[in-house]
C-alpha cells in the first residue's frame, strides 16, 4: 500500500509539474537544480527565465575564476527539456547594467523520472553563456574530463 501511495504521490507531481510547465511557455520540461561556472575575472549575479519572462527561481552567485569559479547551488524549478530555451539574466561585478541572452538548453535527462536533473550555467569572457542539463546521479567531474568543462 505504501509503495502505492509513493507512485500516486510521484504522478501527482509529475503531472503539476507539466501542467506548470505550458504556464511558461513550454509543453514538457525537467526538474532542476542550478549550479554555475565562471570563467570571467569578474563575480557574477544570475537569474533564469522562461521565454516569454517569468522568473523561474532558480540562479545564485559565482565566485570569479580566481576564487574558484563555481556558485549557484539553488533547488529546484522546471525547466524546458534539452533543444529548449531559456533566458538567462545576469550582472558582472559591481556594474548595475543587467545583460540577458537566451540559449538553447543541451544535455540529457536523468533516466530515473523521480531524480532531479543539474543546470550547469557556463559563463565566458565578452558575455557568453551556455547551458547544459546533467544527470544529477553522474559525477559531474567525469562528466567534464570528457567535455573539458570546468567545475569546481
Not at 5 to 30: D, H, N, P
Request: glycine share 16%; aromatic share 8%.
Amino acid at each position: 500500500m505504501q509503495n502505492f501511495m509513493k507512485r500516486v504521490a510521484q504522478a501527482g507531481v509529475l503531472v503539476t509539474a507539466l501542467g506548470g510547465c505550458a504556464g511558461l511557455g513550454f509543453s514538457s520540461g525537467v526538474n532542476v537544480s542550478v549550479e554555475g561556472a565562471n570563467y570571467t575575472d569578474d563575480y557574477l549575479r544570475f537569474t533564469i527565465y522562461s521565454v516569454s519572462g517569468k522568473n523561474l527561481g532558480i540562479g545564485g552567485h559565482v565566485k570569479k575564476f580566481s576564487a574558484g569559479g563555481t556558485g549557484g547551488g539553488v533547488c529546484c524549478a522546471v525547466i524546458p527539456n534539452p533543444g529548449g530555451t531559456i533566458r538567462i539574466t545576469w550582472k558582472v561585478g559591481e556594474d548595475e547594467v543587467f545583460h540577458t541572452k537566451e540559449v538553447i538548453v543541451s544535455g540529457h535527462v536523468a533516466e530515473n523520472s523521480g531524480v532531479h536533473s543539474k543546470l550547469i550555467v557556463r559563463f565566458f569572457p565578452q558575455n557568453e553563456v551556455e547551458v547544459e542539463v546533467i544527470d544529477n546521479n553522474l559525477d559531474p567531474k567525469k562528466i567534464c574530463a570528457r567535455t573539458g568543462c570546468f567545475l569546481g
